[in-house]
């Protein structure tokens, strides 16, 4: 266990017990509340404490505790209604359980994602981690094999931790059939980041329902970034592209809502003069005018499980059984796409007369 002492060197527990004049577990049991302490004792180290402004160290105390009721969460960005609702789920739980969140953004950089984990050792009872970057290579030389982790819309397909993920490849492949049954044909796909996972998926969604429902349509796909400026700077080029699309499908909400905002500057009604779908359905989307059609996630109940699945580890770790679960999203149709076209009735074949 360290703290900072007044002259800013690392005060240690050696430190407090030497000044104290007892013995380091004496310090031990001390700070950790146990009751097999006599008063004399308690109140020398509690004075030596105070005098080395010592703070013990979770890690260190985890020690003799076994646990810190701390639960680490890693995101690759804290900024946007995504990470909000998927925060608001895991702390739901927190709440419930009385634990306490250690949250970091790694920003989608792999080297930020190591820093980040290391920084976390010996501070929390198990991780959440939701990155583009990470797999068995890294989590294996940067974290103790015995530490509990639960991966969140993760690549890595690793028989010792357990992930729970968004179907994104099917959410994508049932909006963009959706959009084909309203009769739109030139559907455009504004994508996300590259190196994201679930904009990997609904890209490839995209491209295998355009593929399969119009198979001499040519897919068109847009950069974009997850963010409302990339969709913004998409709408923009759509409104002034001869040949307009149809329909925009949009990798998660915001990029929609950005597509939207230049649509209605360039004066084209949506959906009067071209459909957008989003994904997500971000508490946002049912409140903008129009309302936004998209594909359903349940972001909190997402980060609610994976929190539940994690305790599920950390406390009863060997009967707890690794899981691999796909949340399947769906498609919430509103105003921004028209109604779906009902099928054409063949006319029925007149009887044939009798000689």
Known sequence: ??????????????????????????????????????????KRVMAAVRSLHYVPHSGARSLATQRTNVVGVLLPDLHG??????????????????????????????????????????RVDGLLVMSPHVDAALLDKNLPSALPVVLINSPLNDA?????????????????????????????????????????????????EMASALPRVAPQVLPGDFSEKSGYLAGQQLAAQHGRPDAIFAANDVIALGCMAAFREAGLRVPGDIAVAGFDDIPLASLVSPT????????????????????????????????????????????????????????????????
Not at 100 to 106: E, G, H, N
Not at 319 to 331: F, I, K, N
């Open 292 to 355: 936004l059609s998209t594909v359903r996630v349940q972001i909190a109940e997402l980060g609610r499980s994976a929190l539940e699945q994690l305790l599920l580890s950390i406390e009863s770790p060997e009967r707890t059984r690794l899981v691999s679960r796909a949340l399947l999203p769906e498609v919430v149709v509103r105003e921004s796409c028209s109604a779906e076209k009902p099928p054409k009735r063949r006319s029925p074949r007149r009887a044939a007369r009798l000689p």
């Open 81 to 122: 209604e995504f990470f909000s609702e998927l925060i608001r789920g895991i702390d739901a739980v927190a709440r419930l359980r009385r634990l306490q969140l250690l949250l970091s953004s790694t920003h989608g950089d792999a080297a930020e994602l190591a820093v980040a984990i290391r920084t976390m050792r010996g």
């Open 160 to 208: 010792r931790r357990s992930t729970l993920t968004i179907d994104s490849y099917r959410g994508a492949r049932a909006m963009v059939s959706h959009l084909v049954r309203c009769g739109h044909r030139r559907i455009v796909h504004v994508a996300g980041p590259e190196l994201n996972f679930d904009a990997r998926e609904r890209l490839r969604g995209y491209r295998d």
């Open 1 to 42: 266990m360290t703290g900072i002492a007044r002259d800013g060197a690392v005060a240690s527990i050696k430190d407090v017990a030497r000044k104290a004049g007892v013995s380091i577990a004496s310090v031990s049991r001390v700070m950790n509340g146990q009751g097999n302490v006599g008063a004399d004792t308690r």
